[in-house]
């Protein structure tokens, strides 16, 4: 048995379920979700729009560090050191310790792992199983039927500016930055001249922004969270 923590945005969520589903397929083994970060995070825990393994591990079944949510920032702060340090030197946890692909991590005996596993080779080789728990459980709304039928047919291409707490927040800003408009509109450039008459389909929190920076022939703008 394994459990994973699943933390973050819907795509972080994403993210970390490929790799235990596929890890859990590879090793022949069972696995659990740990989703209590979402009794205080101020995103949602979205996962069950999709048709995925509903296995959640109850409270007892979660390490006590990881059941320990104080909402002082300065106690939180020593609650995540000493979270760090149990994970760092205790082989039961393992907190991952980058972003790119680590072969090693495609086996463990670890019984409690935790971070983003942001790479497709973590689950390419159970890919038309993840597809499969990836398959929207609801039937879609009118709107997005037709955003739907719009992206089949047409040479669709998907554009994401996230920049709500990239640009408000001081922290994200100073670790993650974000993208320039001269990125943008050298990227459309590049890709304008691969394909013929492409469709942008721009997802973004800041559709304003969007609208008034991008300039294209014909833009699609889709409002909503990105992350």
Same mark, same amino acid.
């Given at each position: 048995?394994?459990?994973?923590?699943?933390?973050?945005? *819907?795509?972080?969520?994403?993210?970390?379920?490929?790799? /235990?589903?596929?890890?859990? *397929?590879?090793?022949?083994?069972?696995?659990?979700? #740990?989703?209590?970060?979402?009794?205080?995070?101020?995103?949602?825990?979205?996962?069950?729009?999709?048709?995925?393994?509903?296995?959640?591990?109850?409270?007892?079944?979660?390490?006590? =560090?990881?059941?320990?949510?104080?909402?002082?920032?300065?106690?939180?702060?020593?609650?995540?050191?000493?979270?760090?340090?149990?994970?760092?030197?205790?082989?039961?946890?393992?907190?991952?310790?980058?972003?790119?692909? #680590?072969?090693?991590?495609?086996?463990?005996?670890? +019984?409690?792992?935790?971070?983003?596993?942001?790479?497709?080779?973590?689950?390419?080789?159970?890919?038309?199983?993840?597809?499969?728990?990836? /398959?929207?459980?609801?039937?879609?709304?009118?709107?997005?039927?037709? *955003?739907?039928?719009?992206?089949?047919?047409?040479?669709?291409?998907?554009?994401?500016?996230?920049?709500? #707490?990239? /640009?408000?927040?001081?922290?994200?800003?100073?670790?993650?930055?974000?993208?320039?408009? #001269?990125?943008?509109?050298?990227?459309? +450039?590049?890709?304008?001249?691969? *394909?013929?008459?492409?469709? =942008?389909?721009? =997802?973004?929190?800041?559709?304003?922004?969007?609208? +008034?920076?991008?300039?294209?022939?014909?833009?699609?703008?889709?409002?909503?969270?990105?992350?």
């Amino acid at each position: 048995m394994i459990t994973v923590k699943i933390t973050g945005w *819907l795509w972080n969520q994403m993210f970390q379920y490929a790799y /235990i589903r596929s890890f859990a *397929l590879r090793s022949n083994t069972d696995f659990l979700l #740990d989703i209590s970060e979402y009794e205080t995070y101020f995103r949602k825990f979205e996962l069950e729009i999709f048709d995925i393994q509903k296995k959640y591990a109850k409270k007892n079944q979660i390490p006590w =560090f990881e059941r320990i949510h104080i909402k002082n920032t300065y106690l939180n702060a020593i609650i995540f050191r000493i979270k760090y340090l149990l994970k760092k030197y205790n082989q039961k946890y393992y907190l991952e310790k980058q972003f790119n692909f #680590d072969i090693k991590w495609l086996t463990s005996h670890a +019984e409690y792992i935790e971070w983003f596993f942001q790479s497709e080779k973590y689950f390419i080789d159970f890919e038309s199983q993840i597809r499969k728990d990836f /398959i929207f459980i609801n039937t879609p709304s009118i709107k997005n039927k037709e *955003l739907i039928d719009l992206i089949q047919s047409s040479n669709a291409v998907s554009v994401h500016v996230r920049r709500w #707490d990239y /640009i408000s927040n001081s922290g994200a800003n100073s670790l993650l930055g974000t993208c320039t408009l #001269d990125y943008y509109q050298k990227a459309i +450039e590049y890709i304008q001249s691969k *394909l013929d008459n492409p469709t =942008f389909f721009f =997802f973004s929190d800041d559709i304003a922004w969007v609208k +008034e920076n991008i300039k294209v022939e014909i833009v699609i703008v889709v409002e909503g969270y990105c992350g």
